[in-house]
């Protein structure tokens, strides 16, 4: 008998059904298999890197943001001085790298680098153009003037007459420049050489009376070699000319005759003539038994040699005296420093 609570209504048993629905037990009556519902996994390594990356990411936003900082800054300083070079407070920093690339154009073209003698001068025009209208008449024309005479000099220093095509073009723009602000034609006067002889206490104040210098010292001893004294003046002399290789070889030359010095070499000489003196007297005294006669015969101008303490001579018989006896010249490094008469 299936009893109702209600005529209609479920029954018993389909009331305990409905209430067990979806229930599953813990274990599983025997002859079925257990549904294990999948659970979540976490992957610690994973979630390391997650965090490495995220303070990487952090850490180059930190250095982005530095470096934007330093390029603002950059730039902020340019514009300053950008503004400072239109303003003219520059000027003594624009005569500074003309002078610098006045120099290293002059080294380019001696070495035969045109084409960076040629940059280097481009650079003193654009400087000088890019100053033109704020700065004064007067400076305008010297520095117009100091480019014709560099311009002038490098063009003479050329031998490929396209080269010398180029200067003379510059030099008509600067010419024609030149008369225009002064009303003047500009003439080149040519450049003349210094030809005076310099000696002891004149001052030599460009490289050619350095050099000039240095030859008539060297002229004072047969050996060409410098004193002390006078390789200091040359250092002083030496110290004013402009930086650069002709600088730099003055400099060497002078290096190298302070280590071999006139005194140096006195000095070694007499040592030398000490020693050779020394061991001539000890061969002399032992002539005796030297057996010169035997080694030379009796030829006129036959020789042999001899050594004592390190120190060698050669003896010549050179023939008969009056009395009949033989006569030696000892001479050591082609110098007779005695004569020997053996009977």
């Known amino acids: 008998m299936d009893w109702r609570w209600a005529p209609g209504g479920p029954g018993y048993q389909e009331q305990g059904a409905q209430g067990m629905a979806g229930y ?5 009556p025997q002859g079925y298999t257990q549904q294990v519902q999948p659970q979540p996994s976490y992957d610690m390594n994973a979630y390391g890197r997650g965090l490495q990356q995220a303070s990487n990411a952090a850490g180059l936003r930190a250095e982005y ?75 305008r024309k010297r520095s117009i003037l100091t480019e014709l005479e560099n311009a002038y000099i490098l063009r003479n220093a050329e031998e490929s007459a396209t080269a010398k095509a180029g200067w003379d073009n510059k030099i008509a723009r600067l010419s024609k420049e030149y008369e ?62 402009p930086n650069g290789p002709e600088k730099n070889a003055i400099m060497a030359e002078l290096y190298e005759a302070e280590k071999n010095s006139a005194e140096k070499a006195d000095n070694d ?14 061969l002399k005294a ?19 040699t001899r050594e004592r303490n390190g120190v060698k001579f050669t003896i010549t018989y ?8 033989k006569i030696y010249e000892v001479s050591h490094n082609g110098k007779i420093i005695d004569t020997v008469v053996e009977e």
């Open 65 to 139: 943001d530095r470096n934007s900082a330093r390029i603002a800054e950059i730039e902020a300083r340019l514009a300053t001085m950008d503004k400072e070079w239109k303003a003219g407070a520059a000027g003594r920093s624009r005569a500074a790298l003309d002078d610098l690339d006045l120099q290293l154009a002059r080294s380019s073209a001696k070495h035969g680098n045109l084409d960076r003698a040629y940059n280097h001068l481009t650079r003193i025009d654009s400087r000088a153009l890019s100053n033109k209208d704020s700065a004064p008449t007067d400076e």
């Open 269 to 282: 000489a007499a040592n030398a003539r000490k020693k050779r003196d020394a061991a001539w007297k000890e």
């Open 180 to 241: 225009d602000l002064t009303g003047e034609k500009y003439v080149y006067g040519g450049a003349t050489p210094d030809t005076n002889v310099y000696g002891a206490g004149e001052g030599a104040g460009d490289l050619q009376a350095v050099k000039s210098k240095l030859t008539t010292f060297r002229g004072v001893r047969k050996d060409k070699k410098l004193t002390k004294a006078q390789i200091d003046e040359l250092y002083g002399d030496a110290s004013t000319l």
């Open 318 to 325: 050179t023939g008969l005296d009056a009395a009949g006896r």
């Open 286 to 304: 032992d002539w005796a038994n030297q057996k010169v006669k035997k080694d030379i015969g009796k030829k006129p101008g036959s020789s042999t």
């Open 24 to 28: 599953r037990p813990n274990v599983a």
